[in-house]
C-alpha cells in the first residue's frame, strides 16, 4: 500500500506543478496578448504618421516643381523685360540722333 501512496503522491505532485505551470502559461500568454495589441497600436499610428509625412513630402515636392517653375518663369520674363528694356534704349538713342 505503501508503493501505491507514494504514487498517488508522485501524481498529485506533477499535477500540482503542472496546474502551476498552467497558470503561468496563461498569465504570460495574457501578457504577451498586451504587448501585442500595444505594439500592434504603436505600429499603426506609425504607419499613420508615415503616410501623412509622405502625403506632406508630395506636396513639397509639388510646392517644390512649381517654385522652380515660377523661377524659371520668372527668370525668362526678367530676360525678356532686359531685351526690350535695351531694344528702347536703342530706339530712343537712334530717335535722339535722328
Known amino acids: 500500500m505503501t508503493e501505491f501512496s507514494d504514487k498517488l503522491t508522485r501524481i498529485e505532485s506533477r ?4 496546474i502551476e505551470e498552467n497558470r ?3 498569465e504570460e500568454k495574457t501578457n504577451l496578448l498586451d ?6 497600436a504603436r505600429l499603426e499610428g506609425q504607419q499613420d504618421a508615415l503616410k501623412s509625412m509622405e502625403q506632406e513630402l508630395q506636396v513639397s515636392s509639388k510646392d517644390a516643381n512649381g517654385s522652380e517653375n515660377f523661377a524659371k518663369s520668372n527668370k525668362h520674363l526678367k530676360e525678356q523685360l532686359d531685351k526690350y528694356t535695351k531694344e528702347i534704349d536703342k530706339c530712343i538713342e537712334w530717335l535722339s540722333n535722328s
Do not use: A
Open 24 to 26: 503561468s502559461l496563461k
Open 35 to 40: 504587448q501585442n495589441k500595444q505594439l500592434s
Open 15 to 18: 499535477i500540482r506543478k503542472l
